[in-house]
């Protein structure tokens, strides 16, 4: 199964609220889950990524959160501001060791002033 | 990390005719991809762009209809041809290295139909 499922579809916060975007995946043999974040009108932006042997990985504002077992993933945002109001998209790569990414549906966000 | 040009950044095409999108990456890469995206839609990959080689196409895309040229490790084009209305949509190319499978995308082309 190739797919990578996303939710939810848009989501609204306050500046300040911690938004989190949730990932399914099916394969086991992905191993590469980046997060991308798109602006409109500009191609995708490589915000963060993880693989499984980490449990979660931080940069910044941005975190995300690996569970392997349950095969899900997911992306916070901390101190969210007006300027992280994007799309985000995450992907799932690795089966085959092609490079191949598999993305999600994306959800878009808009955080309130 | 890569950056990412694509030319042109958009069009406006007449039924029937061709259009051939560059994709210019400003150091070598491993791996290059052209993605289509709807607006307000997801991305779907179209092909994988092999250096010196035919590109490997997912399904629903052929050959005929979206040609895909690698002459280098830094250059692709994708040639949308014989277009209709539905062919619109924006054209995503990206790049980047096998070994970390991190991807960088181009700003797209957004591509319209009459």
């Known amino acids: 199964q190739q797919q990578v499922k996303q939710s939810p579809q848009s989501l609204i916060v306050q500046k300040g609220g911690i938004p989190i975007i949730n990932c399914a995946y099916e394969n086991t043999a992905f191993d590469y889950f980046p997060w991308y974040q798109q602006f409109p009108g500009k191609g995708p932006a490589l915000l963060i990524a993880?693989?499984?042997?980490?449990s979660e990985k931080k940069e910044g504002r941005f975190t995300i959160s690996f569970n392997k077992s349950a095969k899900q993933f997911s992306l916070h945002i901390m101190d969210s501001q007006p300027g992280d109001s994007a799309t985000y998209f995450c992907a799932a790569a690795g089966s085959g060791n092609t490079g191949k990414l598999i993305f999600g549906q994306g959800t878009t966000l808009q955080v309130k002033p | 990390s890569a950056v990412i040009s694509q030319k042109p950044s958009r069009d406006i095409c007449q039924r029937g005719t061709s259009l051939t999108i560059q994709c210019q990456v400003d150091?070598?890469?491993?791996?290059m991809f052209w993605y289509r995206q709807q607006p307000g839609q997801s991305l779907t990959l179209i092909a994988t762009a092999n250096q010196g080689s035919e590109a490997t196409y997912e399904s629903g895309f052929v050959i005929d209809k979206f040609p895909i040229s690698r002459p280098n490790l830094t250059f692709s084009t994708l040639t949308v041809s014989n277009m209709s209305p539905e062919d619109s949509s924006i054209y995503l190319c990206?790049?980047?290295?096998?070994?970390?499978?991190?991807?960088?995308f181009g700003p797209g082309t957004r591509l319209t139909v009459l």
């Open positions: 993880i693989r499984p042997d980490v």
């Open positions: 990206s790049g980047g290295q096998i070994l970390n499978n991190e991807q960088f």
């Open positions: 150091s070598q890469v491993t791996m």
